[in-house]
């Protein structure tokens, strides 16, 4: 899950990163070297999309918070507004701590070239280590990085101790990525995070039980926020850009590979998916809880409902009752617009339970992709009419 | 012969007595797989589906001689879990749980790499080679014996794939999954070259994803082999910045995470590759009967 700015701010503070001090709008720190104002949206590049804006007097502040609050970056509703105090700035750094998934290790990124997209960095003015998860970070590879940035004295002195304490947020927070652009060095010599990037890892967020859910998800379609509700893991495709077209469908799947390929076989034939929900082990809490999953599906109001399970060890049955128990209820799609590809121990038996419930039953994924796309085209030659 | 596992395989579950382990026994015992016993801490004694119940891994491999664990033990133990497994000198443990938080992921990598442990997962759905040994979630009753190896993070593709497999006349030497975590014990690469060193595989099967880069280094492999490889890469579709389930599934940023360039990678490599899953069965008609295996 990816944090907001002022969210990944408030986690490197913990570990003792400096930041700016600063504040979310309509409450303003002090400052006698002016204010920044930032919008708290997730997507990058919010500087060139007039998501940061300086301001030199409070009440030039308030009217430029007030002009960015509610608004949008993009497709992106702005989540708050942050301000904080300017910054001086003698020079920009990057620092970056990271999940390297191909190599299953903690890498350390930082350049002397701050305050730019790090892909459009050279190779050869960026430092990279590896941390071996057995040892730690390890005194030569911090004294590696500060070397390669050309930095002295005492402020080198105090760049090592940051690079600790990044690795640190890394790891006690069990985030995936915690970048700091632009990182910068004061006149006074002291290191300021004058940005953050976190994103923490979903997994890992039993260990941390107070730590509210990140802001970023309130502004969530209710289809998302009833997803996770519900423990499963949902995509809505209506926010993508473009918008998925008209007639949609709407796909369930068991498994992160079989609801991906799923979703191809509709996407790739050119037809709109308004999302999908991967079951994530739903079925075994329940037909009853299986059911309210099926309702959300419902959620994203397509045109076409696929549901596409194939189970090893597991009886359908459950999942047949679960989704003829959601198709009975208010608001559900009619039954002739629901396609079911189901495999899995005893399953004549939902065959059977389906068939008789109204719905189109078929084992071959084949068969139930050509017959989505076939109510699909359908459906549209209807609507042109 | 087959990788990773065989006839000759001796398996111990690990958290035996638990409720997913416990089913595991019982479907090894019934379907045949070697199966020599299993692990749960203060239940040493007891039998389970026929087998032996030993406090520890050491004990356990004293008594039968173990190679292979399949770790299905609570989320909350299983770093200790594997620890275990690696330090009693294990050469292949399958994790099979998921929702893993990635920094106990890379914890567990490097102790099984530097100790010698082959190390399947997280979030492994296991690997079975049918008629032999099945230390993995799929149903004995679905697969047939073959001679077409299959290497996939996922483990419901690779039902799909096994189900196109079959339709079209063919069956499994060995299926491996790797799990679909962002950081795993044993990558595509690794389990190419020990299906290129099989004589009863003629054709491997490599199902990649959307994130990361794994799949390059399988590209790599792969050009170098004599064994023909054929590759399918799903959620081509998938939105970006969408998880899909797969804790490692998300199309990102980075240009090499998206399937498109996987897929470009491996057909410019001389490699085939399938669209769709439901193409996978005939592509590989077509593979074998375009490059017949050199008979060695």
New interface residues.
């Given amino acids: 899950m990816k944090l907001l700015e002022y969210e990944g701010k408030a986690l490197l503070a913990r570990h003792g990163v400096a930041i700016a001090f600063g504040a979310l709008w309509p409450q303003v720190p002090a400052s006698d070297t002016g204010w920044m104002i930032k919008a708290q949206v997730l997507a990058g590049g919010r500087g060139k999309r007039g998501g940061i804006l300086a301001a030199q007097t409070r009440e030039e502040v308030d009217r430029l918070a007030t002009k960015m609050h509610g608004s949008a970056l993009g497709n992106e509703p702005v989540h708050a507004v942050y301000v904080e105090q300017k910054l001086r700035v003698a020079k920009e750094y990057y620092l970056a701590a990271l999940?390297d998934?191909?190599r299953?290790?903690?890498s350390v990124i930082a350049s002397a070239a701050g305050g730019v997209d790090i892909e459009q960095v050279p190779r050869s003015e960026i430092a990279r280590v590896e941390v071996?998860?057995?040892i730690g970070l390890a005194g030569f590879q911090v004294q590696h990085l500060r070397r390669s940035l050309g930095l002295q004295t005492e402020a080198g002195t105090q760049f090592e101790d940051l690079v600790r304490r990044t690795v640190d947020t890394l790891?006690e927070e069990?985030a995936?990525l915690v970048e700091i652009n632009p990182l910068i060095l004061t006149p006074e010599g002291r290191w300021v995070a004058a940005d953050a990037k976190v994103v923490l890892?979903?997994?890992?967020v039993f260990?941390h039980p107070d730590r509210p859910g990140p802001v970023a998800w309130s502004t969530d379609s209710k289809f998302m926020q009833r997803c996770r509700e519900l423990g499963v893991?949902g995509?809505d495709?209506r926010v993508?850009v473009p918008a998925p077209v008209r007639p949609t469908v709407a796909l369930l799947?068991?498994?992160?590979?079989?609801?991906?390929?799923t979703?191809?076989?509709?996407?790739?034939s050119g037809v709109g998916?308004a999302g999908?929900i991967?079951l994530?082990g739903a079925l075994a809490r329940g037909v009853a809880h299986t059911a309210e999953v099926i309702s959300t599906l419902f959620l994203l109001e397509a045109d076409v409902v696929f549901i596409n399970a194939?189970y090893?060890?597991r009886s359908t049955d459950a999942l047949a009752q679960a989704l003829l128990s959601a198709l009975s209820a208010p608001r559900a799609p009619l039954r002739e617009c629901v396609v079911v590809r189901m495999?899995g121990?005893n399953q004549e038996m939902s065959k059977k339970l389906l068939e008789e419930g109204g719905c189109f039953y078929t084992p071959s994924?084949?068969d139930a992709?050509a017959r989505v796309l076939q109510l699909v085209s359908t459906l549209s030659r209807e609507a042109v009419k | 012969m087959t990788i990773l596992v065989g006839a000759d395989s001796r398996i111990l579950v690990q958290g035996i007595t638990g409720t997913t382990g416990r089913l595991f026994a019982e479907k090894m015992v019934a379907h045949g797989t070697p199966l020599v016993g299993g692990v749960t801490p203060g239940k040493g004694g007891e039998l389970l589906a026929g087998v032996p119940v030993f406090n520890s891994m050491r004990e356990a491999v004293a008594a039968t001689g173990a190679d292979a664990v399949l770790s299905c033990i609570a989320p909350q133990f299983v770093t200790d879990g594997i620890f275990e497994v690696v330090d009693a000198g294990i050469p292949l443990v399958c994790l099979y749980i998921e929702n893993i938080p990635v920094h106990d992921a890379i914890r567990m990598c490097a102790y099984a790499k530097a100790r010698g442990t082959r190390m399947l997962g997280p979030n492994s759905a296991g690997v079975v080679s049918p008629g032999r040994a099945n230390m993995s979630d799929l149903n004995d009753n679905n697969m047939r014996p073959g001679r077409i190896g299959i290497v996939s993070k996922s483990g419901t593709l690779t039902y799909e794939v096994i189900d196109e497999l079959h339709r079209h006349g063919h069956g499994e030497s060995t299926v491996v999954c790797l799990g679909g975590d962002r950081v795993i014990g044993t990558d595509y690469a690794d389990v190419l070259s020990l299906f290129e060193d099989d004589p009863d595989t003629d054709l491997v099967v490599v199902i990649g994803e959307p994130g990361g880069g794994l799949e390059y280094a399988a590209v790599a492999q792969a050009a170098a082999m004599r064994t023909p490889v054929l590759a399918y890469i799903t959620g081509q579709g998938s939105p970006p910045d969408a998880r899909m389930g797969h804790a490692g599934a998300v199309v990102g940023d980075d240009e090499r995470s998206r399937p498109q360039n996987k897929m470009q990678a491996f057909s410019s490599a001389g490699i085939a590759v399938a669209r769709l899953v439901t193409d996978v069965g005939a592509l590989v008609t077509q593979t074998l009967e375009r490059a017949p295996r050199a008979s060695s």
């Fill in positions: 999940v998934r191909d299953g290790r903690v071996d998860p057995l790891i069990d995936e890892d979903d997994d890992a260990r893991i995509v495709s993508c799947g068991n498994g992160a590979g079989l609801t991906m390929a979703y191809d076989q509709i996407a790739l998916v999908a991967e994530h194939f090893q060890l495999r121990v994924l084949s992709t």
